[in-house]
């Protein structure tokens, strides 16, 4: 989680891998639960299965409660 578009290193809210032969939709719940609210998530790809060039992501989405003000 990052707090703003400047910010170099944000908040680590888990590691997680697909598993290529399971369904195509997976989910995966925090795993480093935190009560702070940001506005930007950032999703780092490290592997891509193999291929050289890119990795073909349809969708990301993200799903939570707003945080109380």
Do not use: M
């Not at 809210?13 to 719940?29: F, I």
């Amino acid at each position: 989680g990052l707090d703003d578009e400047q910010q170099e290193e944000g908040k680590v809210l888990g590691r997680y891998v697909y598993q290529e032969d399971g369904e195509p939709l997976q989910t995966y719940p925090v795993q480093e639960n935190t009560t702070n609210a940001y506005q930007i998530i950032e999703l780092r790809v490290l592997s891509n299965w193999g291929h050289p060039e890119y990795t073909c992501l349809y969708r990301f989405r993200v799903h939570g409660e707003p945080a109380q003000q």
